[in-house]
């Protein structure tokens, strides 16, 4: 069965410092890929995903992720952080080929100082 | 278009009773599923549906069931509530399966007490 480590459950920045946000999956073959933030009170919203094709993928609000298939790894980043991007972030991995149904890590929340 | 909308967004039962929560559809998805997360915690599948027929189901015991309607609209029913159904239950849809991503919508918190 697939599964989803996200390994830091909270991580500190400050306001203009990058970021990297650890994902680790568990799967075969190559699975699609999902990063979604989460603000307090609110439903999760889609970021970047990862299909297929350029192992470097661009999403919303500045963030990008990097597939590294022999890492099984797909790591959330992103050069200058700002205070707004304080949230809870989860990766969640699908298994291609089969429900599609995905499976999300713990999350990390991330708390950015001024 | 419209995002997918819950309701309703805060509820509070005792133990035992019964709760179901509802979900709209985001327009052109015909595929919903329902999660719940408890706090600090990610999402857990509890079930999907496809055109009105469950297609997929985590592990969640029976008393945790639902509905789809013929315009893709959905219920979670939730039966003999327990203090450990407390959480934040999500529903999600998409366009025929989810490798084009989730829609998520805001979110109904159970508390039971």
């Known amino acids: 069965a697939q599964s989803v480590t996200q390994p830091d459950i909270h991580i500190t920045v400050s306001e203009g410092a990058s970021l990297e946000l650890r994902c680790n999956y568990s799967y075969g073959a190559t699975p699609y890929l999902f990063w979604y933030v989460q603000s307090p009170g609110q439903g999760l919203q889609l970021l970047l995903k990862?299909?297929?094709?350029?192992?470097l993928v661009q999403g919303i609000k500045g963030f990008e992720a990097e597939f590294k298939r022999s890492q099984s790894s797909f790591n959330l980043r992103k050069p200058s952080v700002h205070w707004s991007d304080a949230a809870e972030y989860f990766c969640?991995?699908?298994?291609?080929?089969?429900?599609?149904?995905?499976?999300f890590g713990r999350g990390t929340s991330l708390i950015v100082h001024p | 278009e419209t995002g997918v909308t819950q309701s309703p967004t805060h509820l509070i039962k005792t133990r035992g009773q019964q709760v179901t929560l509802r979900c709209s559809s985001q327009s052109g998805h015909n595929t919903v599923s329902w999660y719940q997360q408890a706090l600090g915690q990610g999402p857990q599948f509890i079930f999907q549906y496809y055109r009105e027929e469950e297609n997929g189901r985590g592990n969640f015991p029976p008393r945790f069931s639902g509905l789809q309607f013929p315009n893709y609209s959905s219920e979670l029913n939730v039966n003999a509530l327990e203090l450990d159904d407390s959480a934040l239950y999500l529903c999600?849809?998409?366009?025929?399966?989810?490798?084009?991503?989730?829609?998520f919508g805001s979110g109904t918190r159970l508390t039971v007490v």
């Open positions: 990862y299909f297929s094709g350029d192992t």
């Open positions: 969640a991995v699908v298994e291609s080929g089969g429900s599609y149904i995905p499976t």
């Open positions: 999600a849809s998409s366009p025929s399966g989810t490798a084009y991503g989730y829609t």
